[in-house]
């Protein structure tokens, strides 16, 4: 089956191009949202609403969401 993807050339004369997507067959998308996604899963939307919706595990500066919110609660409540 042929596909649809999304290129773009840069260097100063366009002389390398970048595979930057492919349209996928089928789309729970709406016309302007934008989402972009991994082979294991995890996946950032950019909805039309301006919401921005994450599935999979969710790390700041390597560390995963939940402790990190757990950490600044801890802290918030003991006053440290």
């Known amino acids: ?3 649809q993807v999304l ?4 260097g100063e004369n366009q002389e390398r191009s970048c595979l930057v997507g492919e349209r996928q067959a089928e ?3 709406k016309t ?7 082979a294991g899963g995890a996946r950032i ?15 700041v500066n390597g560390t995963q969401l939940k402790s990190y919110i757990k950490a ?3 802290e918030l409540l003991t006053g440290g």
């Open 27 to 29: 789309s729970a998308l």
């Open 72 to 74: 600044i609660v801890t």
């Open 1 to 3: 089956a042929e596909k």
């Open 32 to 38: 302007g949202e934008v989402s972009v996604f991994s």
């Open 45 to 59: 939307t950019l909805t039309n609403s301006g919401g921005v919706e994450i599935e999979g595990d969710v790390a």
């Open 7 to 10: 290129v773009i050339k840069t």
